[in-house]
């Protein structure tokens, strides 16, 4: 049940020129990098505690727990290979962290 889990505050790191983003949780260590619709994706970089509730929120909106759902049918996440996670990631432009 949500009330019994612990609620982690999500903090944005960094959005990138592709407009990816960096979320981080300060209290467990949860990492993980957004591309939002339409080409919505995401990747754990770090898990932190799987069990939170994470939220974070931007420019006035706040978010809780979220369920994106494009209508496609997909892999279960232990499924995906990590060569698809290697592939996304090379597009996302990581490597200009250092100019932001």
Same mark, same amino acid.
């Given at each position: 049940?949500?009330?019994?889990?612990?609620?982690?505050?999500? +903090?944005?790191?960094?959005?990138?020129?592709?407009?990816?983003?960096?979320?981080? *949780? &300060?209290? *467990?260590? %949860? %990492?993980?990098?957004?591309?939002?619709? &339409?080409?919505?994706? %995401? #990747? #754990?970089?770090?898990?932190?505690?799987?069990?939170?509730? +994470?939220?974070?929120?931007?420019?006035?909106? %706040?978010? $809780?727990?979220?369920?994106?759902?494009?209508?496609?049918?997909?892999?279960?996440?232990?499924?995906?290979?990590?060569?698809?996670?290697?592939?996304?990631?090379?597009? #996302?432009?990581? $490597?200009?962290?250092?100019?932001?």
């Amino acid at each position: 049940m949500m009330s019994d889990s612990e609620q982690h505050e999500m +903090h944005l790191e960094a959005t990138y020129p592709t407009g990816v983003e960096e979320w981080y *949780c &300060p209290t *467990c260590g %949860r %990492r993980v990098i957004m591309q939002w619709p &339409p080409n919505f994706k %995401r #990747v #754990v970089l770090e898990p932190g505690d799987q069990y939170a509730i +994470h939220m974070g929120g931007k420019g006035g909106l %706040r978010m $809780g727990s979220l369920q994106v759902d494009d209508g496609e049918e997909t892999e279960p996440a232990e499924e995906l290979s990590l060569n698809s996670w290697e592939e996304w990631l090379a597009d #996302v432009d990581l $490597g200009s962290i250092e100019a932001q």
